[in-house]
């Protein structure tokens, strides 16, 4: 099975060595008829206003968002922004309203203020620690009743899933955490 990373801007290349360790192989995604050739998408972090031009420009929008009525998106940090829906609307962010949450950006602060600790994941039917790498990351302000909570941080919601699709405030590919990806695209 093949695994797309949308490869606009980002930082794309380290999910792949994650999807590796799955024995899931990628495909840079850089042109919208690429998707037809993936059974799955990362869509990783890096900076949404960024990304939000560079998914409108390469006509990527309704794509995306056909391409989710199918298949998982696993979002990381900008990725889940663009998945979910801004807080405060901005201009230079169109989001693709596919997770129904509302996210505020940069909601801790400063590059400086980047940290890693320790997340509790429900998984099923047992809990799994995992470390969270936060970098400039958005916060989950609401989400709707059907977003499921997988992982909490400080009471907040950090890691959420919402059909097949799953959205994360932190970057697991820097940890080689495998278990999103796993649950993303190997269902669990
Ligand atoms: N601060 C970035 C943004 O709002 C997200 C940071 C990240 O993806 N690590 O786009």
Same mark, same amino acid.
């Given at each position: %099975?093949?695994?797309?990373?949308?490869?606009?801007?980002?930082?794309?290349?380290?999910? @792949?060595?994650?999807? @590796?360790?799955?024995?899931?192989?990628?495909?840079?995604?850089?042109?919208?008829?690429?998707?037809?050739?993936?059974?799955?998408?990362?869509?990783?972090?890096?900076? #949404?206003?960024? %990304? @939000?031009?560079?998914?409108?420009?390469?006509?990527?929008?309704?794509? +995306?968002? #056909?391409?989710?009525?199918?298949?998982?998106?696993?979002?990381?940090?900008?990725?889940?922004? %663009? %998945?979910?829906?801004?807080?405060?609307?901005?201009?230079?962010?169109?989001? +693709?309203?596919?997770?129904?949450?509302?996210?505020?950006?940069?909601?801790?602060?400063?590059? +400086?203020? @980047?940290?890693?600790?320790?997340?509790?994941?429900?998984?099923?039917?047992?809990?799994?620690?995992?470390?969270?790498?936060?970098?400039?990351?958005?916060?989950?302000?609401?989400?709707? #009743?059907?977003?499921?909570?997988?992982?909490?941080?400080?009471?907040?919601?950090?890691?959420?899933?919402?059909?097949?699709?799953?959205?994360?405030?932190?970057?697991?590919?820097?940890?080689?955490?495998? +278990?999103?990806?796993?649950?993303?695209?190997?269902?669990?």
């Amino acid at each position: %099975m093949k695994i797309g990373l949308l490869a606009l801007q980002g930082d794309y290349e380290k999910h @792949s060595q994650i999807l @590796s360790r799955l024995d899931l192989q990628t495909v840079l995604v850089r042109y919208p008829q690429q998707l037809n050739d993936v059974a799955g998408l990362v869509i990783p972090g890096g900076e #949404s206003t960024t %990304m @939000s031009k560079l998914i409108n420009a390469n006509g990527f929008c309704q794509p +995306l968002v #056909s391409f989710a009525q199918q298949f998982p998106i696993l979002g990381t940090c900008a990725g889940l922004i %663009m %998945m979910g829906r801004l807080q405060q609307p901005d201009p230079r962010i169109e989001t +693709l309203d596919l997770i129904d949450v509302t996210v505020t950006r940069n909601a801790y602060g400063r590059q +400086l203020a @980047s940290f890693v600790d320790d997340l509790t994941v429900e998984v099923a039917d047992h809990q799994q620690t995992v470390p969270g790498c936060f970098i400039r990351a958005p916060k989950i302000n609401t989400i709707g #009743s059907n977003v499921e909570v997988l992982a909490r941080y400080n009471n907040d919601p950090v890691a959420v899933r919402q059909d097949r699709h799953i959205g994360l405030t932190f970057h697991p590919e820097l940890n080689n955490v495998t +278990l999103f990806h796993q649950l993303a695209f190997r269902g669990g």
